[in-house]
């Protein structure tokens, strides 16, 4: 059993992502999605997935694997499988420097 849930986990990864270049506010089918990325000249669904679908999509990626290293992280220094962000103040010192930048205008001076 474990020896195919690796990659019965990768192909599921890669049949979501797949789903998720294809869904939004205008749906296409693999198809119009393979050959909108094939054609040279620019077009609405090249533009779309290469500006917001795939980024959001790498993001995404990017994001939970991080979520899920640093959870293993954790778990693994402390020796203690329900080990959470809180168990070292982890959540409080991120929002306490959330409030410092919101209060002294941080986040505006990048913009």
Partial sequence: MSRWLTPAL????VV????SLL?????WSPAQL?????????????????????????LALLL????????AVLQGLLRNPLAEPGLLGVSSGAS???????YY???TSFT
């Fill in 16 to 19: 979501l992502s797949i789903a």
């Fill in 34 to 58: 393979f050959a909108g990325l094939a054609d040279r000249t620019p077009n609405l669904v090249q533009l779309v997935v290469t500006e917001v679908r795939l980024p959001r999509l790498l």
């Fill in 64 to 71: 939970g694997g991080i979520l899920g290293l640093s959870g």
């Fill in 105 to 107: 205008g941080f986040a």
């Fill in 10 to 13: 990768l192909l599921l990864l």
């Fill in 96 to 102: 306490l420097g959330a409030v410092i930048a919101l």
């Fill in 23 to 27: 869904a939004g506010t205008i749906w």
